[in-house]
């Protein structure tokens, strides 16, 4: 299953949606690992957005399970990356290049929706007009309040920072400036008092 | 609900006015301009701001919003411009025959229910007729900053093109004009086609021209919040009908040429207002009882509330029927 139902937390927590077909003259559609099956629901919606559509798709530990199918769709133009960081020049290439009109679709992970939705603001489009559709793994970016390093893909609450190795705490506090969420020091008044490590929602 | 602070009195606060000149442009429009009669600065008013001007037409208190459009970098004096309109129901043709230079008015702080998105990367402006108005303050800030913009702007014919020679000899290479009566036509879609990512389209003008605009620019993928629009509305008459205020605990006739709005303000009772014209969404009210039905006219409410029948815009909405109760 890559559907995974957030539950209900507070404002600042992005809520996803699911990708829906939308008027348009341009579809730029960036997706990692499960966010491919996003991408294939929104085909059987509607396939022709595809001959506008200009797939960047990060297969992260899928490998070649999707690659293919992706390619079937028929994009205008289809782009594989090793890595969401890889992939950053093209995105922001096409945005540069893009007009009012495009679409914006992203899918899969947290970390790339946020990175990918910050990349399409920057260029000038509303947040709010921008669908995201989660799919995938439930790990989180998240951002050190201490030290400010990213740690990718957390799955674990609390985790160690990999910049300063604090024992921070998972937080829903989430900044779309950062495309992450808050980890907080969990043991600062009493170091190495700390709860163990569980699995995010589970 | 506005999250506005709480005031003694209903509606923007007040500012007393001198008009220092009057200009007829042509032969619809009449710019009015106003200095203090204090001698103090203005306060500030972000482009796209309007005021609402006190009209003392005998007993009779007209109200009615109109578009700041001089510079909003310019604190010693508000400018506004009116189109005369004959059938209209007779705040346009108080200013046009009876303001003259040197009167007293009362004039209502700005407020901005048509603001730039300063986060835009460039600014379209769409205007219709006298909808030219807020514009005007628009360009006058955008060209302070250094903003990207450009103007299209329709108009009946050259006679009333309100300010065309003014923006066409200023801005030669942003303005762009189009003459009704030379079949000349604002060319919409070609327009938004190939806009840079981040424009922002504002429309002013007739409902025609606003729901064109906005229902074009959907169909190309622009998102809502790209596109803007004001359209004040002005109360429409109607047949006079009986309203029972029940927190004020008195019942008022509507009359024919009146707005509900207008007959509470008449019978004493200081109901909630800015715009007047159906937009902004103060005086939204709550229906307690109706046995009848329902002319919304607002921009305010959407579909399900105007089918509710659980709220009406007195500002600028009637009702026909037998009885109607409402919370205020």
Redesign the interface.
Same mark, same amino acid.
């Given at each position: 299953m890559t559907k995974f139902q957030f539950p209900e937390s507070i404002r600042s927590r992005p809520v996803y949606g699911t990708l829906e077909p939308? &008027? +348009?003259?341009a579809h730029l559609m960036i997706a990692d690992a499960e966010g491919a099956e996003a991408l294939l629901d929104l085909a059987t919606r509607e396939a022709r957005l595809f001959a506008q559509g200009h797939i960047i798709y990060i297969p992260k530990t899928t490998g070649e399970t999707y690659t293919q199918r992706l390619r079937d769709l028929g994009p205008a133009q289809f782009h594989v990356g090793p890595t969401y960081e890889a992939s950053v020049p093209r995105i922001r290439r096409v945005?540069s290049d *893009?007009?009012? +009109?495009?679409?914006v679709y992203l899918a899969g992970t947290e970390g790339l929706m946020g990175q990918a939705q910050n990349e399409a603001m920057q *260029? +000038?489009? &509303?947040h709010? *007009?921008i669908q995201t559709e989660h799919r995938g793994s439930v790990a989180r970016r998240m951002q050190c309040v201490h030290c400010k390093g990213i740690t990718e893909d957390v799955v674990t609450d609390p985790f160690v920072c990999s910049h300063c190795g604090l024992n921070l705490f998972v937080r829903d506090h989430y900044s779309r400036r950062l495309a992450a969420f808050q980890g907080v020091c969990i043991d600062a008044e009493d170091p190495g008092n700390l709860p163990d490590p569980v699995e995010l929602y589970t | 609900m506005s999250a506005a602070p709480q005031k003694a009195r209903a509606g923007a606060e007040k500012i007393d006015v001198i008009v220092s000149a009057v200009v007829p442009l042509n032969e619809l429009v009449t710019r009015f301009e106003f200095t203090r009669a204090d001698d103090k600065a203005f306060p500030p008013f972000s482009a796209g701001a309007h005021t609402v001007v006190e009209m003392r037409d005998g007993d009779r208190l007209r109200l009615n919003p109109y578009s700041l459009m001089s510079d909003p970098a310019d604190s010693s004096q508000y400018a506004i411009s009116v189109r005369r309109d004959d059938a209209g129901r007779g705040g346009s043709l108080f200013m046009h025959r009876s303001v003259k230079v040197g009167d007293r008015m009362k004039i209502s702080y700005p407020v901005n229910l048509f603001p730039l998105d300063l986060r835009g990367r460039k600014h379209v402006f769409l205007a219709g007729g006298i909808g030219i108005t807020p514009f005007m303050a628009m360009i006058a800030h955008l060209e302070r900053m250094g903003g990207a913009w450009e103007l299209h702007y329709a108009c009946r014919n050259e006679a009333l093109g309100t300010y065309v020679d003014q923006l066409t000899s200023r801005y030669p290479n942003k303005v762009h004009v189009y003459f009704d009566d030379r079949n000349q036509a604002i060319a919409l879609e070609d327009l938004l086609d190939g806009q840079p990512l981040g424009t922002h389209v504002y429309v002013c003008g007739p409902k025609g021209m606003i729901d064109w605009v906005h229902a074009t620019a959907a169909a190309h993928g622009w998102p809502d919040e790209n596109v803007h629009s004001e359209e004040f509305l002005a109360p429409q008459p109607g047949k006079p009908f009986e309203v029972r205020l029940c927190r004020s605990d008195i019942t008022i006739q509507v009359g024919e040429s009146e707005s509900l709005l207008e007959a509470m303000e008449r019978c004493g009772v200081d109901a909630p207002f800015l715009c007047r014209g159906g937009a902004c969404g103060q005086c939204e009210t709550d229906v307690i009882e109706a046995d009848g039905t329902f002319v919304h006219r607002d921009h305010w409410l959407d579909d399900e509330d105007h089918t509710s029948g659980k709220k009406i815009m007195p500002c600028v909405s009637r009702f026909v029927g037998k009885s109607l109760v409402l919370d205020r």
């Open positions: 939308r &008027p +348009g003259k945005l *893009a007009h009012m +009109g495009l679409q *260029a +000038g489009i &509303p709010s *007009a | -």
